[in-house]
């Protein structure tokens, strides 16, 4: 069967994400002022062929630990469909 797996991909909270911090103030140079909190992150599509639903997970979930994300900085979750 055929998958595909939703992953996204974001900063640990605990860090500093410096892209979002510069995105943050360009918004409230614009006069958006309300808009606080932005990190930015990464939204990665798989199309995957698996016997089933949880083979397709299993797939995804060492894609991502063993290349998509850096886990040192990074957390990861995912929906397969």
């Known amino acids: 069967m055929k998958y595909t797996a939703h992953i ?3 900063p640990l909270k605990e860090l500093l994400d410096p892209q979002g911090k510069a995105v943050n103030s360009s918004l409230h140079n614009l006069g958006l002022t309300g808009i606080n ?3 930015i ?3 990665i599509t798989l199309q995957i062929e698996a016997h089933d639903k949880e083979s397709a997970e299993k797939m995804t979930r060492e894609a991502c630990k063993k ?3 850096n886990q040192v ?3 990861f979750d995912f929906t397969v469909e």
């Open 8 to 10: 996204n991909i974001m």
């Open 37 to 39: 909190g932005v990190r």
């Open 41 to 43: 992150g990464k939204h």
């Open 67 to 69: 290349l998509l994300a």
């Open 73 to 75: 900085m990074e957390s």
